[in-house]
Every structure is written in C-alpha cells, then in structure tokens.
C-alpha cells in the first residue's frame, strides 16, 4: 500500500511528533505532583530524562510505543521500511547505553511505556515509589 500523503505532507506530520512533554509523560508527573513527589526536568543527564529525583538519584523516561519498539504497541511502517527498521532498533540500543551509563554512575533508572502510564498510572506510582524509598 503506497502512502496517501506525499513525502512534504509527510514530513509535516512527523514533525509535529512531540519529543518531551507528551500526554503520558504529563499524566505520569501530574500524578507524582499531586502525590508531593518533587521532581526536576532536567536535560543536563545523558538520554535527557523526562524526570530527575536528584537527591536520590532516579531517573525516570517515558517511552512511547512505537519510537522505542514496543513489543506489545510498537508498529513496524511499511513504507520506507527498512529506514523505519534501523532508527527503531537505533533508539532501543541508545536507550540501552544510556540506562547502562546512568546506572554506573549509580543512578536508578525507570522506563515506563507510554500504554503502561495509560493503562496502569497507579502500578507506575508504586513503581516511582519503591525506588525513592530505595533511595536515601
């Protein structure tokens, strides 16, 4: 199937993608504001986390489904595919060496997939918790 849009039009759409605040990831820090939890959005730290607790040192990112492959939501484009193929697996080997990095220079890093802050907020909360509580 050939794409409806022409390649300008194309272009246009996915550059309107949001790349930080996106709606999981201002309904994941809402909730953590209303609960008391205190949170920077800092971009100083490697990977640009979409949340630092820096006095205890966790990181967290919100993942979205298909930039990142999610297994579950994550959807492979046909046209173009083989670019589409490459970035995709680009973005979760990245994500993998900034968690590694993050984590030897001990942070604690927590990656939500977007369908998990919609569908489970109160899992991930309790997620965010334990790792703060973790941390003191």
């Known amino acids: 199937m050939t794409d409806v849009l022409t390649p300008e039009q194309r272009s246009f759409c996915m550059s309107r993608n949001r790349g930080k605040d996106t709606k999981p990831e201002i309904l994941l820090r809402r909730e953590l504001w209303n609960r008391g939890f205190r949170y920077r959005l800092t971009r100083k730290l490697i990977g640009k986390p979409d949340m630092v607790f820096v006095s205890k040192k966790v990181a967290i990112f919100v993942d979205g489904c ?59 909360i309790a997620e965010v918790e334990r790792a703060l509580r973790g941390r003191g």
């Open 66 to 124: 298909f930039w990142h492959g999610c297994p579950e939501h994550g959807t492979q484009p046909k046209t173009n595919a083989g670019f589409w193929q490459a970035k995709i697996a680009r973005n979760k080997e990245r994500d993998q060496e900034v968690t590694l990095a993050l984590t030897q220079d001990g942070w604690n890093v927590l990656r939500f997939w977007e369908h998990q802050v919609k569908n489970d907020l109160p899992g991930c």
